[in-house]
Nanobody, 123 residues
Framework: QVQLVESGGGSVQAGGSLRLSCAASGRTFSTYAKGWFRQAPGKEREFVAVISYGGGSTYYSDSAKGRFAISRDNVKNTVYLQMNSLKPEDTAVYYC????????????????WGQGTQVTVSS
């Protein structure tokens, strides 16, 4: 069983940066792939980024590529999403995700979700 708690959301002006954190509980944290999704008002939840359990593989959505970076610290049981050059269209609730299968996260079929953290980018 894995429980996920996000933090680090907030309000920022366009061009700014934020770093989201997702703290995981559960003894098998290091064996799970981790990812981030987001959901803007009136839109469906969309994939943002994923990182393999060992941290050696990452994959990003087109909108995140080049601006966001996912990383993890298996000692601290935490996964991060560094977001730079933020745009108003990045405004959304950001969710942490976990699954033993890396590809299931990309497909949104992961087993575990966090409760979400709000990111608001003003122009």
């Amino acid at each position: 069983q894995v429980q996920l708690v996000e933090s680090g959301g907030g309000s920022v002006q366009a061009g700014g940066s934020l770093r989201l954190s997702c703290a995981a509980s559960g003894r098998t944290f290091s064996t799970y792939a981790k990812g981030w999704f987001r959901q803007a008002p009136g839109k469906e939840r969309e994939f943002v980024a994923v990182i393999s359990y060992g941290g050696g593989s990452t994959y990003y959505s087109d909108s995140a590529k080049g601006r966001f970076a996912i990383s993890r610290d298996n000692v601290k049981n935490t996964v991060y999403l560094q977001m730079n050059s933020l745009k108003p269209e990045d405004t959304a609730v950001y969710y942490c995700a976990a699954d033993v299968n890396y590809n299931d996260i990309i497909a949104g079929r992961n087993d575990y979700w966090g409760q979400g953290t709000q990111v608001t980018v003003s122009s």
